[in-house]
């Protein structure tokens, strides 16, 4: 479904993407993973449209999407949940779901997507009513993870979603999304700096090291190997 072949991105003289290269199939969940500075963030501003690479290729469905406007990219199917979160503090838990719809897919969808959303995160339904502002922090996340299925994506972008998170948040944040994956087939890429807990809830692992691809490989294989979970917390 998602294709990356030989992807550089340099800012000025810094190069913060090297010849990377993966793909994420139909229905996977991948993560990437990677320490402080690997290059996770450029990888997703490479996908949404924010930053030029300088070289390489990215098809999604088999069309090119270097070319595609950035505006145009989420009615492709893509959702994008952002760092941060960054929900409407001051709309209702309802009303920033609703803003997720607005794409042509989210549109046609929302009433069955909406029950769906209420199912996987019943918290939100008991305070759909509520200013998203005054949510906590990991409610605030679901938030932002629903709004993003709102939009009924083929593929679903999740950018560091453990950010200020405590570490109980976090694995309850990432079991949520493993369960969406299982329960829905939904293709999900993740890039995440809590390696231990992102290889654990996806089926296939890369990680990131100053740019590069150090190891990537089924969740299996990647748990089992210690030295892909010490360069992904480490780097160099
Ligand atoms: P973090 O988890 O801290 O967000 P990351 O893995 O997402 O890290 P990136 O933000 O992609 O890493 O950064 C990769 C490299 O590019 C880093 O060395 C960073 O300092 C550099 N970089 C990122 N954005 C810019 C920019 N706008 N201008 C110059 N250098 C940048």
């Known amino acids: 479904m998602l294709e ?8 000025g003289g810094l190069r913060a993407l090297s010849d990377i290269s993966f ?16 290059g996770k963030s450029t990888l997703f501003k490479a996908l949404s449209g924010t930053v030029k690479p300088a070289s390489g290729a990215i098809r999604f469905d088999g069309q090119d999407l270097l070319r595609v406007p950035p505006h145009e990219r989420a009615h492709l199917g893509i959702a994008h949940v952002p760092e941060g979160r960054r929900v409407f503090a001051s709309l209702s838990v309802l009303e920033n779901i609703e803003m997720g719809a607005y794409s042509r897919r ?19 339904a008991e305070r759909r009513d509520q200013l998203a502002g005054t949510l ?38 990432f079991d949520r999304v ?8 939904l293709t999900i890429l ?32 990647l748990m089992a190997d210690g030295g892909a979970l010490r360069s992904a917390y480490i780097g160099v």
């Not at 139909?26 to 990677?34: D, I, N, R, S, W």
């Open 106 to 124: 989210g549109r046609a969808h929302f009433k069955q997507t909406l029950d769906a959303i209420y199912a996987m995160f019943p918290i939100l």
């Open 136 to 173: 906590s922090g990991g409610q605030q996340q679901m938030l932002a993870i629903g709004r993003g299925l709102a939009a009924s994506p083929q593929l679903l972008l999740l950018d560091e979603p453990s950010l200020g998170l405590a570490p109980v948040v976090v694995d309850e944040i």
């Open 23 to 38: 793909s994420v199939k139909k229905g996977q969940f991948v993560a990437v993973v990677g320490a402080n500075g690997a």
């Open 190 to 221: 993740l890039v995440e700096q809590r390696a231990g807990e992102a290889l654990d809830a996806c089926d296939h692992g890369v990680v990131l090291e100053s740019g590069r691809i150090v190891r990537s490989g089924p969740r299996s294989s």
């Open 178 to 185: 493993g369960q969406i994956h299982r329960e829905h087939g």
């Open 4 to 11: 990356i072949q030989n992807l550089t991105v340099n800012y």
